[in-house]
Structure formats: C-alpha cells, structure tokens
C-alpha cells in the first residue's frame, strides 16, 4: 500500500485523536507529517506528545509553506469553516479527508463537491460508523434482503447523548453563532448526531433527505427512496 503523508488541520478532541492514531501507525499507509494548531496550548500539546518529524503550523496558510512534505489533509476544525479549508487544499493540490458534517448549509457543501471534481483529487468525509461491524453487518442483511422491504425505520443512538458537559467544551459548541446550525448539528439529545441520519442513507442504500431545522432538540427529518 503506498504512503500518504497527511496533515491535520485542528487539535481540538477529535484532531489530536486523529493525529495521535496516525502517529502511532494505526491508520493504515497514512503517516502523519504536519499539524495546524492555533492556539499556544495546542501547541504546546503537538510538541509534547507528537514525533519530532511532525512540523507544527500556526495556520493553515503557513502549512501551505511546506506543501512539498505532505499529500494529504485532514480537516478537523469547527463545521463552519470546512468549506474555505478545504477548497484552499484542493487549490493546492492537496486530497482532503473532512470530518462531518460537510458544511452548515447545503451552498456550500455543493461548492465543495464542485470544487473536488474540478481538482480531480480525492475529496471523502469521516462517517466513521459506517466502518463498525455491527453496522456493516447490518448493511449486508439488508442488501442481501433477509429482512425484507424496509416500510420505516426508527433510529434511537443513546450513545451519543450531549450532555452539559459537551455543550461547554469549546466555544463554538452547541450555538447558532458558532455552529451555524440547530440540533442536527448540534448532536441533541435523542435526535442524536448528524452521523446517525448518515448511518440511515448508507443503510438504506443513500436517500435524499429533506431537514427541518429547529432549535430545540426535536428534529423531524423526512427521507425519500
């Protein structure tokens, strides 16, 4: 399997995790070779607890100072700003990994996907449950018809309860200003995660789906098939 050398835009929880996993070689042929940390204690973090090979950016325009040393980025940074960091990787001939969700709005989601075709780079997001067995496990029941025609589904994830605690770990957290979005971004409650409505479209062989945004966390979303 050939190398990728990847960089990680973002060190909030979930960047570090992607990073320490690259670094320690549990990702497969990638290898991680750069890191973008605004803040000091980011800094400081990748430092303290990355390889010494690992160059540390303070943005991800001075990342781009050094496009010879990686192929590949990961974009993990608040949803709002996906959009404008991953079309600057495309603009330099970067393949871009993006966590979810894609964007805040489906404008600009669209403009990436354009913006990935015209590059003709590889451009994918992280649904990382479609990847667990019991789901692929699932996926292949429902192929193989063994459960019959699907008339309706009732999607209930407790594992991903919010609860105060995660709305208060970062700023930009579990608000319009910040998040750009109501609770299918926000990951209330019952409603879950964006990720659990993903899970339903890979499941069910990828509906278009038609949101209703409210602030509050009842969130009733219509799919068609």
């Given at each position: ?5 990847a960089a990680v835009i973002g060190t909030g929880v979930m960047g570090r ?46 990342l781009y100072d050094h496009t010879e040393e990686f192929d590949a980025v ?76 699907i008339k309706r589904v009732q999607l209930e994830n407790s594992r991903y ?65």
């Amino acid at each position: 399997m050939q190398e990728v050398r990847a960089a990680v835009i973002g060190t909030g929880v979930m960047g570090r995790k992607y990073a320490q996993m690259i670094a320690e070689g549990r990702a497969g042929a990638l290898r991680l070779t750069a890191v973008v940390c605004r803040s000091a204690g980011a800094q400081q973090w990748a430092k303290d607890t990355l390889p010494d090979t690992v160059r540390v950016c303070p943005s991800a325009e001075a990342l781009y100072d050094h496009t010879e040393e990686f192929d590949a980025v990961l974009v993990v940074t608040p949803h709002k700003t996906h959009p404008a960091l991953v079309m600057q990787a495309f603009a330099h001939g970067k393949h871009v990994l993006c966590d979810k969700p894609s964007a805040n709005a489906l404008a600009p989601a669209l403009e990436m996907n354009r913006a990935a075709e015209k590059s003709g780079l590889v451009f994918a997001m992280m649904f990382h449950q479609r990847r667990y067995k019991k789901y692929m496990r699932l996926k292949k029941l429902l192929d193989d018809g063994a459960l019959g025609e699907i008339k309706r589904v009732q999607l209930e994830n407790s594992r991903y309860f919010r609860t105060w605690m995660y709305h208060r770990s970062g700023s930009w957290r579990s608000s319009w200003a910040g998040e750009g979005g109501g609770a299918l971004l926000r990951g209330h409650g019952r409603c879950g995660h964006i990720t659990s409505l993903s899970l339903v479209g890979a499941l069910l062989t990828g509906p278009s789906l038609e949101e209703r945004w409210y602030q509050k966390a009842s969130v009733p979303a219509f799919l068609r098939f």
